[in-house]
């Protein structure tokens, strides 16, 4: 008989459950995709907290080769030519219309022991076989980065299989493998945490805050899940609370690899003697008016071809396939980035560094032959698969040619 002393525990009591999501094949649905289905297996008892590190890396894999390999076609051959050129390929290909609009189908079928997540894609698929013995060649220069990509998958999992010339991935996990024994307890605790590198000499670099999600919490320290690796040796963790955001002062005492496709962060608290940041200041109206009428005349100029929205947005997007300059604080120099949208309002574009914070992007006109340079706000930083990331940034306003914002 259950003890009533003790709070129940929900997602024990689930003896079966179906789900059936159907997404576009556009580079930014497959983070958010992914933690959906990773809360989603935890909450209905498919997977221990504990193993749901491991659960999301795998499906970050399977649901990225769905989308940039399968639908979008693009293979990972191309990076032997260059990590331009694939992320270059990348942003054209998921501007095109007929490729994005192309879907993936995911179903999740859970019976009470055993949960499977079935994806399947529309593209061309892959010599299933071939890829696999890669997998279990024993020379690490032989494995593709598709191959390191389906081996992680089956480390982490009970069993991964493939359909339909390797268009269908069948992940499987058993509820009850994979338990894990820590010294101490932690609880669980999975919420939004924005992430600040601190400098040496304590300086906080609110410029480069990210965004993290943690995994648990203990009294003197958290486990933090994020995209890249750790910039420095002190962080800023920053809760939402009722009086805004607090910042909480924490050591990063160690990162681990998940794949290809994530990074553990274990960080221990420290007193807090951090300064708060300064208030951002929003942009006012005028600004994003001189923004609107800049861009306009570049959209204007442009090809008008829509990119279809699966989203509600307040300016409609364009396609719009240019290489922009990006300068940010978090890097020296400046970087590149390979637009694959525009609208009056923002640029999403694929680049091969993360960018949190704000920055400075430069787009090309076709009248001037200084580029318009726009201050924006990153609201989005994804890892699509190792080395590439699909950003969002919005349009805050305008520099002039010297700089000045």
């Given at each position: ?59 970050h894999e399977a649901i990225t080769n769905a989308i940039v390999h399968g639908n979008l076609g693009v ?123 601190v400098l040496s000499d304590g300086t906080p670099q609110w410029s480069s805050t990210y965004e993290a ?193």
């Amino acid at each position: 008989m259950p003890d009533p002393g003790k709070n129940p525990l929900l997602p024990t009591s689930v003896v079966a459950e179906r789900s059936h999501l159907v997404i576009p094949s556009l580079p930014n649905w497959i983070a958010p995709t992914v933690e959906y289905l990773r809360q989603k297996a935890v909450l209905g008892g498919a997977c221990q907290e504990t193993r749901s590190g491991k659960l999301l890396v795998a499906l970050h894999e399977a649901i990225t080769n769905a989308i940039v390999h399968g639908n979008l076609g693009v293979g990972s051959e191309l990076k032997e030519q260059g990590t331009s050129v694939f992320a270059e390929t990348l942003a054209q290909r998921a501007s095109d219309p007929a490729l994005a609009n192309r879907t993936v189908d995911i179903v999740v079928d859970f019976n009470g022991d055993v949960c499977h997540w079935v994806i399947t894609d529309q593209g061309n698929g892959f010599d299933v076989e071939r890829v696999l013995a890669r997998c279990t060649s024993d020379d690490p220069e032989v494995l593709l980065a598709s191959g390191r990509g389906i081996l992680m998958m089956k480390s982490f999992l009970d069993d991964v299989r493939f359909d339909l010339g390797g268009r269908r991935a069948i992940l499987s996990l058993a509820r009850d493998s994979g338990a894990e024994k820590r010294r101490a307890a932690r609880v669980p605790l999975h919420a939004p945490f924005q992430v600040t590198p601190v400098l040496s000499d304590g300086t906080p670099q609110w410029s480069s805050t990210y965004e993290a999600v943690s995994r648990n919490f203990s009294e003197h320290g958290i486990s933090i899940l994020q995209r890249h690796l750790s910039v420095s040796g002190q962080v800023l963790i920053g809760v939402a609370t009722e009086r805004g955001i607090v910042h909480i002062p924490a050591e990063v005492r160690h990162s681990r690899t998940l794949g290809s496709s994530g990074m553990e962060l274990g960080c221990q608290f420290v007193d807090p003697r951090a300064p708060e940041p300064p208030p951002a200041a929003a942009p006012t109206p005028t600004q994003l008016e001189e923004v609107h009428r800049a861009v306009t005349s570049i959209l204007e100029s442009y090809q008008t071809t829509h990119v279809p929205s699966h989203e509600r947005r307040e300016h409609p997007r364009v396609v719009f396939n240019e290489r922009v300059m990006l300068a940010t604080a978090c890097y020296p120099t400046p970087i590149v980035g390979y637009a694959r949208d525009l609208s009056k309002g923002g640029i999403s574009l694929i680049g091969q560094q993360p960018i949190g914070g704000e920055m400075t992007i430069a787009l090309p006109t076709p009248t001037e032959h200084q580029p318009l340079k726009v201050r924006c706000r990153v609201v989005r930083c994804s890892l699509i698969q190792e080395g590439f990331y699909d950003i969002g940034a919005a349009f805050l306003r305008l520099e002039d040619k010297s700089g000045s914002r």
